[in-house]
């Protein structure tokens, strides 16, 4: 008998007992991180859907839900309907579109969006629509694969390192990044979601591998390194003994889900995502220790031995000398923090020499920094809002009252998130509700004086989950609250630390250009 047979005993009680007392210590950052993934990959989709509930147009008018009926011929029968002279090309290609989506998008509501999208904004261009939705979903893998599955590896990390540094930071979900392994771990989680979708076609055995591959990305997140067959037998391996107890952990959580329900997802974001969330990081930590101590099959594996134990303080300033003496120059000093996972002593350093941003606001800025960043801040603000309509929504609308591609809002918010907010840099929590409260009073006070100004309201939040007179809502206070926190602790930093690398004179030519091409945007707006 292989020595990984024996039961592995874990208490769920305790499981769970442990994850509260974990959540607890730094409550905020693990609903933060949570809140993040909700938004950038999809993940906890059902807390997000109550406040971001909206109309589907600039006209805010409902699209008709019969538009198009349910099934995975729908619009393809309806285009037949309503073009019964077209040709046999014609056909094969809108038959074609209709097999994409239905393959690649799984939810009738986004289906339902992308095909108004193509009818809407395409017309009868069949060609055009068709490799636009062949780019699209392209483009929707390659997200999937290098950004979505790399950021629920570090969040994995970060509730790993939670368990035992209560400081563990919120910027552990781009970790992969942090240490430059991304292509393995990339090719590793697609695998897992190609599998788990064939195996889905079976059912009974979808769920069974749900399960068998549920450590898949934990041991990703503590061994980037290790080959794709590697990952899938030790996940295999731990979960043998596992996958039925597992199930009953996930039921232990449905009186919670039902709860959150009458709570319009509040529940799930402020308590109940953290907690799962928090709950798997234990339950992994738990079967890893179970297979390290008899020394079972793989467990060499986990090499990773300070997400169990702390180091002494002794380990930490012996640490400290041996890697700074043996670092290069572009790659961090060591730094030891209370509190916070010791990095430099993570058995895997970057491949590259490594150079990011500190996370850090405590820089100085010049006028010309100022207005770089009012301009990145406001074509950031602009590409975030018009991806996320088109997503939403299925089409393309003008964000804003200006014809160029910024919104000052979020301009002025980080300008004054920089100057405001500063002396609050090691409370972030303060600073993103502050940042909450400014961007909503910024939003309100512009829309109402655009409304007075020009007669027309060029937003409109009346449908979204909690809004104030249309003109703000709490989905876009809560895109408010992170964009100051990005603004303070990364845009702005980023800037600082590479102005070095660009010459001034590019600089401040590139800075003068913007700003005619927005004063001219903006007099010839107003002037209509």
């Known amino acids: ?9 874990w208490k769920r009680k305790e499981i769970k007992k442990n994850a509260r007392r974990e959540m607890k210590a730094n409550y905020w950052r693990c609903v933060a991180v949570c809140f993040l993934l909700a938004f950038l990959t999809g993940a ?4 997000t859907r109550m406040i971001a509930r909206q109309n589907v147009d600039g006209n805010n008018e409902e699209v008709r839900e019969d538009e198009y009926d349910a099934g995975p011929q729908s619009y393809f029968s309806r285009y037949e309907e309503s073009h019964p002279n077209a040709g046999k090309r014609e056909r094969a290609i809108v038959r074609t ?4 989506v239905t393959t690649f998008v799984s939810s009738s509501d986004t289906q339902l969006l992308i095909f108004n999208m193509l009818e809407d904004i395409l017309g009868n261009d069949m060609d055009l629509a068709f490799w636009l939705l062949v780019l699209s979903i392209l483009l929707k893998i390659f997200y999937d694969v290098f950004v979505a599955n790399i950021l629920k590896i570090g969040e994995k990390r970060f509730f790993m390192e939670n368990r035992l540094y209560e400081h563990s930071k919120i910027n552990k979900i781009i970790y992969m990044y942090k240490i430059n392994y991304v292509k393995r771990p990339a090719w590793v989680m697609f695998c897992k979601d190609v599998f788990q979708s064939l195996w889905n076609l079976t059912i009974i055995g979808g769920i069974i591998k749900h399960y068998e591959y549920a450590m898949i990305p934990y041991i990703t997140a503590e061994q980037p390194d290790l080959e794709r067959k590697e990952v899938f037998a030790l996940s295999k391996e ?7 107890r597992m199930f009953l952990l996930d039921v232990s959580f449905a ?5 959150g329900v009458f709570t319009f997802g509040a529940l799930q974001i402020l308590f109940l995502n953290p907690y799962r969330a928090q709950t798997y990081a234990e339950l992994y930590m738990a079967i890893r220790r179970a297979m390290i101590r008899p020394r079972a099959y793989g467990y060499k594996v986990f090499t990773d031995k300070y997400l169990d134990v702390v180091p002494s303080d002794d380990e930490l300033l012996i640490s400290k000398l041996v890697y700074d003496e043996d670092r290069s120059e572009r790659m961090k000093e060591a730094v030891i923090e209370n509190g916070k996972y010791p990095g430099f002593l993570y058995n895997i350093q970057p491949k590259y020499p490594e150079f990011i941003v500190s996370g850090k606001a405590n820089y100085s800025y010049s006028f010309l920094e100022y207005v770089e960043l009012f301009f990145s801040a406001s074509i950031a603000g602009w590409l975030v809002e018009l991806v996320t309509f088109l997503l939403q929504n299925g089409a393309i609308v003008k964000r804003g009252f200006l014809t160029g591609p910024w919104m000052p809002i979020y301009g002025f918010l980080a300008i004054s998130v920089v100057i405001l907010l500063r002396r609050w840099e090691d409370r972030p929590v303060r600073v993103f509700f502050s940042s909450f409260l400014l961007g909503s009073a910024f939003a309100y006070a512009i829309s109402w004086i655009l409304e007075y100004y020009t007669g027309e309201r060029y937003w409109d939040c009346s449908s979204y989950f909690l809004n104030i007179g249309g003109r703000i809502c709490l989905e876009n206070a809560l895109l408010y609250g992170l964009a100051g926190c990005v603004f303070l602790y990364y845009i702005a930093p980023f800037l600082e630390e590479h102005r070095k690398e660009e010459k001034q004179k590019y600089r401040s030519v590139l800075c003068i250009v913007l700003t005619i091409c927005f004063i001219i945007d903006a007099a010839i707006n107003l002037m209509k």
């Open 97 to 100: 579109m209709d097999e994409i």
């Open 44 to 47: 906890y989709a059902s807390s």
């Open 255 to 259: 009186g919670w889900g039902i709860l």
């Open 238 to 244: 731990m979960m043998k003994g596992n996958k039925w």
């Open 1 to 9: 008998m292989r020595p990984n047979e024996e039961k592995v005993v």
